[in-house]
C-alpha cells in the first residue's frame, strides 16, 4: 500500500503518435509531444554533429536524456525528443518506439518517459507515483519490462499501470463497452466487461492516422503535387507583401527527417479537408465533388477532390489504399480488415449474453476519431452487419478534447482519488514481491 | 478487483439496505451515490414496496450518476400461444433483483470515471443481484427494457 496522497501523481500515455503527459487532477495532459524522435548514430568521434540553429546549442547542453545514452554503450546514439525534433540536423534519422501499437524499442521510450518528466514537466520521477496507460494488447513481459524501468531507473515510489480501453470505458461512465481506438499507427478495438479487458476480443489493425497520412501524401504526389517541408526553403521578401521562394540545398537531411516533415503537413491537410463518406467510396461518383482549398507552407494552393472522402474510407476498406500509386501493400493483407469488420470479430469472439450490451455501447476514441461523420458511418455500417436484435449505438464525446485524450483524462481522474492511493504497486512492494507482482496489482 | 479499480469503500448502510430488499422484501428499490468526498457509496433514497419502475427512474437526477437495485417482480408462463394452445395457463410469480449504473451522458467526466472505475468493486459487496443494467439516457431505463434484460 502506498499512501502518499498529498503529492500529486504524473500519469503519462506514450501513443504511437504521441506522448500526454501530466499531473493527475488535471482537466488535460500539460505535455503534449510526438512519440517519434530524432536519432543521430555516433560511430565516430569527430562526427559530432554541430547544431546549425543557435537556439539548438542551449536545449543540447542541459539535455537530461544524455547520461541515459552514454549507458547504452552498444546502440551509441544521440536521440533528440520533443521540440528537439522541429530543427533540422545533418544525419538525423527520425525512429518510433513502437511498431503496430506496442513497444519495439524500450530505450527510445526510456529517453521519451525522461523528457517528459525533466524537461517538460520538471519534476523528479523519485517523488511521483505513475500511472502509466498501456495498450490492450501489451504482453506480461512488456508489463514487467516497464514497470522495471520505472522502479529501477526512475526510482518511483508507486506505480500503476492501467489498460487504454478500460480507462476510456470508465471515461464515459461505462463498465462494460466496446472500445474502438483508432490512434495514429493503429486501430483497436476491444471489449470492456465489467473493468476487465477480455483479451480474446481485442483486435488490431495497422491502419490508423499514419497510414491515412501516407496515403494521403501519395496520392497528392500521384497528381503532380510537391509538398515542400518547411526546413527546405527560405522565403524572400522581394517587395512587400510579395514572396520568392528559394529552396535551400541540405544533402545531409535524412529521407527518414524529410518524410517526416512531409508527413506532418499532409496530416494537417487531412484534419482540415476529410470527411467520412455516408456510404462505401466510389470513384465514379465521386469524381465530380466540389474540391476544397489548402494552402501548403510554401504558398501554393492545392485543391482536394474526391481524396476528401476516400482517403478516410480507408479506414472502412483498408483494400482501397491499394489503388493509391506507390502505397505500400499490407505485408499480410487477409488480417487487415475494416473498422465495422474488426467490431463485429471482436463482439462475436465474447459471450453471448454481453454481445447486445457491447453493441448498444461502443466507444469510439483516439486522435482519428475526431474525422468527420466518422461515427455515424460506423454506426450504419456495423448496423448492417449486426444481428437484427441488437441496437446499434456508437457514442464518441461531443468534445473533441476529451474524445482526443480520454485515455489520459481517465487515469488523470483515477489517480487523484483519494481511495485509489491504496491500489498503487508499491516500491516496497515491488521490493519484497519482485517486479511480476505487478500482474496482480494492475490486473 | 477489475483493471483501474478506483478503491471507493462500501458503507455498511448499504448492504443492510440492500439485504432489507433482498432477503426481507421490504423496499422496492434503493439508489446508492458516492459521498462527496469521494470516498465510499452511502444510501441516496429508499422506495417504498409499493413504488413501481417510475418512482426509481424519477429518484435518478438527470445530470448525475447513480447505482440503484430494483426487485423486479414479474410472470412466466400463461401468456405463451403454445402453452394456451395445450390449455395451460399457469401463470408463475417470478422476481429478480436488477443492479442498474445510471451515467448520464451530461454528468461531468470525473463522476462517470468514478462511478464506472467503483461499478465492479461495489456490486461485489451486494450478494445477490441477478440481472445487470447500465444506462445513459432515459430511453435505456425503461420498464421495457428491464423485462428483456430479465428476460
Known amino acids: 500500500m502506498y499512501g502518499g496522497d498529498e503529492v500529486s501523481a504524473i500519469v503519462i500515455d ?8 501530466g499531473y493527475a487532477g488535471d482537466d488535460t495532459p500539460k505535455a503534449v509531444f510526438p512519440s517519434v524522435v530524432g536519432s543521430i548514430e555516433q560511430t565516430e568521434g569527430t562526427d559530432d554533429s554541430k547544431p546549425e ?22 546502440t551509441k546514439r544521440k536521440l533528440y525528443v520533443g ?19 506496442t513497444v519495439t524499442d524500450w530505450d527510445i521510450v526510456d529517453n521519451i518517459w525522461n523528457h517528459a518528466f525533466r524537461r517538460r514537466l520538471l519534476i523528479n520521477p523519485e517523488e511521483h507515483p505513475m500511472l502509466i496507460a498501456e495498450p490492450s494488447t501489451n504482453t506480461a513481459q512488456q508489463r514487467e519490462k516497464a514497470a522495471e524501468l520505472m522502479f529501477e531507473n526512475y526510482k518511483v515510489p508507486a506505480l500503476f499501470l492501467a489498460k487504454n480501453a478500460v480507462l476510456t470505458s470508465f471515461a464515459s461512465g461505462r463498465a462494460t463497452s466496446l472500445v474502438v481506438d483508432s490512434g495514429g499507427g493503429s ?20 491502419v490508423g492516422g499514419d497510414f491515412l497520412t501516407d496515403c494521403m501524401m501519395k496520392s497528392l504526389e500521384s497528381k503532380g503535387v510537391v509538398i515542400r517541408p518547411r526546413y527546405s526553403f527560405k522565403k524572400l521578401e522581394i517587395s512587400p507583401g510579395e514572396y520568392k521562394i528559394v529552396d535551400l540545398d541540405l544533402p545531409n537531411t535524412t529521407e527518414s527527417y524529410r518524410l517526416y516533415c512531409m508527413r506532418a503537413i499532409a496530416s494537417d491537410i487531412k484534419e482540415s479537408v476529410c470527411r467520412v463518406p455516408d456510404t462505401a467510396f466510389d470513384e465514379v461518383a ?108 456508437v457514442m464518441a464525446s461531443g468534445n473533441s478534447v476529451e474524445r482526443r485524450f480520454s485515455v489520459w483524462i481517465g487515469g488523470s481522474i483515477l489517480a487523484s482519488l483519494g481511495s485509489f492511493q491504496q491500489m498503487w504497486f508499491s516500491k516496497a512492494e515491488y521490493e519484497e514481491h519482485g517486479v511480476s507482482y505487478i500482474q496482480r496489482k494492475c490486473p | ?14 448492504v443492510a439496505r440492500f439485504q432489507e430488499l433482498r432477503a426481507g422484501r421490504a423496499h422496492r428499490f434503493v439508489v446508492f451515490k458516492i459521498d462527496d468526498s469521494l470516498q465510499r457509496v452511502v444510501v441516496d433514497a429508499v422506495g417504498p414496496r409499493d413504488a413501481g419502475f417510475d418512482a426509481l427512474t424519477a429518484s435518478l437526477p438527470a445530470d448525475g450518476c447513480r447505482y440503484a437495485v430494483y426487485d423486479h417482480d414479474f ?44 461499478c465492479e468493486g461495489f456490486k461485489k459487496a451486494l450478494d445477490g443481484v441477478q440481472v445487470d443494467l447500465q444506462a445513459t439516457e432515459p430511453s435505456e431505463l425503461t420498464l421495457d427494457v428491464l423485462r428483456e434484460h430479465a428476460a
Open chain 2, 1 to 14: 478487483m477489475a483493471n483501474a479499480a478506483s478503491g471507493v469503500a462500501v458503507s455498511e448502510e448499504c
Open chain 1, 83 to 101: 521540440q528537439e525534433l522541429e530543427f533540422r540536423r545533418d544525419h538525423m534519422e527520425v525512429i518510433s518506439p513502437m511498431k503496430d501499437g
Open chain 1, 286 to 393: 465521386y469524381a465530380n465533388v466540389p474540391t476544397t482549398s489548402y494552402e501548403l507552407p510554401d504558398g501554393q494552393t492545392i485543391e482536394v477532390g474526391a481524396d476528401r472522402f476516400k482517403i478516410p474510407d480507408i479506414l472502412f476498406n483498408p483494400a482501397l489504399s491499394q489503388t493509391i500509386p506507390g502505397v505500400d501493400g499490407f505485408s499480410d493483407s487477409t488480417s487487415v480488415r475494416g473498422l465495422q469488420r474488426m467490431v463485429i470479430d471482436s463482439v462475436n469472439r465474447c459471450d453471448v449474453d454481453i454481445r447486445k450490451e457491447l453493441f448498444s455501447n461502443i466507444l469510439l476514441s483516439g486522435g482519428s476519431s475526431s474525422i468527420l461523420q466518422l461515427k455515424e458511418r460506423l454506426e450504419k455500417e456495423v448496423l448492417e452487419e449486426s444481428p437484427q436484435a441488437a441496437r446499434v449505438k
Open chain 2, 75 to 118: 410472470t412466466v408462463g400463461g401468456g405463451g400461444a403454445q402453452a394456451q394452445q395445450q390449455g395451460e395457463v399457469v401463470e408463475a410469480p417470478r422476481s429478480k433483483i436488477v443492479f442498474v449504473a445510471w451515467a448520464p451522458a451530461t454528468a461531468d467526466v470525473r463522476s462517470k470515471m468514478v462511478y464506472a472505475s467503483s
Open chain 1, 14 to 21: 506514450v501513443g504511437s503518435y504521441s506522448c500526454k503527459a
Open chain 1, 187 to 206: 486501430s483497436v478495438v476491444s471489449a470492456v466487461h465489467d473493468g476487465f479487458v477480455l483479451q480474446k476480443s481485442v483486435a488490431t489493425s495497422p
Open chain 1, 53 to 74: 540553429k543557435e537556439g539548438d546549442s542551449a536545449p543540447d547542453s542541459k539535455n537530461g536524456a544524455k547520461p541515459m545514452d552514454v549507458d547504452k554503450a552498444k
